[in-house]
């Protein structure tokens, strides 16, 4: 059970504390935003830059559409110390993400 606060009457100027239900305490809430509604989503045609197929896909946004491509195609790994030295001598360049 739910309590409410309420100014009382009396000359001491004490409050007073009735009991009210959580059904008239619910009837008094403000109601709860609606969720926003679903975005339509549509087809992208998602091609590149390294000869890969282009792929259709069903996505809300075309940034959508490139990061599902790009979750399933690509991956980031940290190298090991070994293979870093290997990239660099065989002239791979570091990039600068950011920049």
């Given amino acids: 059970m739910i309590t409410k606060l309420f100014a009382g009457g009396s000359d001491t100027g004490a409050l007073s504390l009735p009991a009210v239900t959580?059904?008239?305490v619910k009837k008094d809430?403000?109601?709860a935003a609606k969720p926003a509604a679903k975005q339509a989503k549509r087809i992208y045609e998602v091609?590149?830059?390294a000869g890969l197929p282009i792929r259709l896909v069903r996505a809300q946004n075309r940034n959508q559409a490139?990061?599902?491509?790009?979750t399933t195609t690509f991956f980031a790994n940290v190298p090991t110390q070994d293979r870093l030295v290997d990239l660099v001598g065989d002239a791979v360049a570091i990039e600068s993400a950011g920049d």
Avoid: G, K, L
Avoid at 66 to 70: E, G, T
């Fill in 29 to 31: 809430a403000t109601p």
């Fill in 22 to 24: 959580d059904a008239e």
């Fill in 66 to 70: 490139i990061a599902h491509v790009v």
């Fill in 47 to 49: 091609t590149n830059t």
